[in-house]
């Protein structure tokens, strides 16, 4: 059974900062691509940044050079960093993990989502 476990949300002033992290079990980590969503209210959920089974990193433009994704293989946990927190980053925030790359960057393609941690950032 997998299972994606997020923490580290929480309410923060603007230009503050917040580490989520993601816990997987179940699944093989090392070799899945692991990935960032949020879904603000009355909005679509969109891809914040996404890491490969090798590293490489994406990014949405909105949090580029504010957030970093990071994973750590033998914690099985996957990271982000965000800082420079702005309201408009209010949002919950998912953990998704995929087989693939390509598959985690799409939302529709995702195969495992965690249940989300809210983060509200006020101004």
């Known amino acids: 059974q997998v299972q994606l476990v997020e923490s580290g949300g929480g309410l923060v002033q603007a230009g503050g900062s917040l580490r989520l992290s993601c816990a997987a079990s179940?699944?093989?980590?090392?070799?899945?691509?692991m990935a960032w969503y949020r879904q603000a209210p009355g909005k679509q959920r969109e891809l914040v940044a996404a890491?490969?089974?090798?590293?490489?990193?994406d990014y949405a433009d909105s949090v580029k050079g504010r957030f970093t994704i990071s994973r750590d293989n033998v914690k099985n946990t996957v990271y982000l960093q965000m800082n420079s927190l702005k309201p408009e980053d209010t949002a919950v925030y998912y953990c998704?993990?995929?087989?693939?790359?390509?598959?985690?960057?799409?939302?529709?393609?995702?195969?495992?989502w965690g249940q989300g941690t809210q983060v509200t950032v006020s101004s």
């Open positions: 179940g699944i093989i980590f090392s070799s899945n691509a």
């Open positions: 998704a993990a995929g087989p693939l790359h390509r598959t985690v960057v799409t939302s529709a393609r995702v195969k495992y």
């Open positions: 890491i490969s089974s090798g590293g490489t990193t």
